[in-house]
């Protein structure tokens, strides 16, 4: 089927919405979901340098983003299309990472 990008993005906000509505896991990885974060923010924690300027595509509710600007990165950029995962991660920033994370709600297509 052929969609024009506008609805196709729109179908993955919805999709994502959904299961943030739903509390679902974005991965199912188990007993091993923990490991697996840890081994994944090791190998992430490599390219990131004291002063780093990050860029987060599909943030999610930020974690990541969170990690990054706890260990060493000075300003993230996190960016996701769906609207509820942008304001979970605005809501789990505390006021002095803030000030370092900007949450912007768009797809990594249309960036604004
Ligand atoms: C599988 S989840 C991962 C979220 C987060 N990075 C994590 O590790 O928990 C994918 C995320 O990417 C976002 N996303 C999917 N396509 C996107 C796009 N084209 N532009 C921006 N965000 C996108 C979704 O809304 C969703 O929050």
Redesign the pocket.
Known sequence: MVRDRESW?KS??EF?ENKLNKGEE??YAGPYAETIKLKWLSFVGQFVFDGAAVLE?????G??SRWLANNGAARVVA????PG?VEKARLLSSPGLSERISYIC????SPQ
């Open positions: 993005l993955q906000a994502y974005m991965f595509v599909g943030c999610g509710d974690w990541q960016i996701d299309l769906t995962f768009c797809a990594a297509e």
